[in-house]
């Protein structure tokens, strides 16, 4: 079997003769996928061979290399590439003729740590987290210190960068509620097992996240990329596969993958489409539901 159900409500989510199927291989660490449909593609990063692929029911190619270390990528509201790049230490835009312009690179006149991931909110606002994972080592970018301490940060329409979460351990994935009056940001620690390491969520007050308190604690390994449906269930990575969970907190079943899950998104002709990158693998499966993803 190919999924749990903990829920009977998950047993509507996922349907029998539509298996997970390994569309790729071959990569050291796949993340960061976001669907184009407008191209019928998909894009993701495959951080320590710096490059960002593309896969497309026709096959798979590179789209960018170097791609500075790329990992979370997503579009904006005009549907252009915005990235999160370890090599830069920074969050681009790929403009419609392909040159790539930095939205943020700095806060305060010190380096951001090595930008995350990234959501866009319906307002154009970007969303991002700044973790220190691309610096630890020379794996996924360029060895360095932290400058700064590991915030969520915004970037206004305007190009004004703020800083909106600046008490968690680690901020990694992010995701709104399709309405929107709710973040969600995974804490993934220091990769010490002795960090609390789990989903938070925050109340959007006037624009802004408040009341952060634990969602949930994903079990095996730890939550990393995170997706809204378009019922408001969360969609959380995890060690075995794929969780989803109700927006109470109530865990209600799993995909399971036979690699440990970085990231994931809803795709295809429907948005039904659940495009998981596992490690060395991308993998995909048609599902009931329906994601919340622009365009």
């Not at 998950?10 to 790729?24: H, I, T």
């Not at 998104?265 to 948005?271: H, I, M, N, S, V």
Request: hydrophobic share 35%; charged share 20%.
């Amino acid at each position: 079997m190919f999924y749990e159900a903990h829920d009977p409500r998950f047993e509507r989510f996922v349907m029998f003769n539509a298996p997970v199927k390994r569309l790729a291989t071959g990569f050291d660490w796949a993340e960061g996928p976001v669907w184009f449909g407008d191209a019928n593609c998909l894009l993701f990063s495959d951080i320590p061979n710096n490059r960002i692929m593309r896969w497309s029911p026709d096959g798979l190619s590179v789209y960018r290399q170097p791609s500075n270390f790329a990992n979370g990528n997503t579009r904006d509201r005009e549907g252009r590439l915005i990235s999160c790049q370890h090599g830069t230490r920074s969050v681009t835009r790929t403009e419609y003729d392909g040159s790539v312009t930095t939205l943020a690179d700095s806060y305060q006149g010190k380096r951001l740590n090595s930008p995350n991931d990234v959501v866009v909110k319906s307002d154009g606002s970007i969303w991002f987290t700044d973790p220190h994972y691309g610096i630890m080592t020379d794996y996924e970018g360029y060895k360095a210190d932290e400058e700064l301490p590991r915030h969520v940060y915004r970037i206004d329409p305007d190009g004004s960068l703020e800083a909106v979460i600046t008490d968690m351990m680690c901020p990694n994935g992010l995701a709104f509620s399709p309405d929107e009056n709710r973040l969600y940001v995974a804490d993934t620690g220091r990769m010490h097992s002795a960090d609390p390491q789990h989903i938070m969520v925050f109340d959007m007050t006037s624009g802004r996240p408040t009341d952060g308190r634990v969602f949930h604690v994903i079990k095996p390994g730890c939550a990393d990329g995170i997706r809204c449906d378009s019922d408001g269930n969360l969609w959380s990575s995890a060690g075995d596969g794929v969780h989803c969970i109700a927006p109470d907190g109530t865990l209600l079943g799993r995909i399971l993958i036979p690699e440990v899950v970085s990231n994931f998104c809803f795709g295809g002709r429907a948005k039904h489409q659940l495009f998981i990158t596992a490690t060395t693998s991308l993998y995909s499966i048609i599902l009931n539901r329906r994601g919340v993803q622009w365009p």
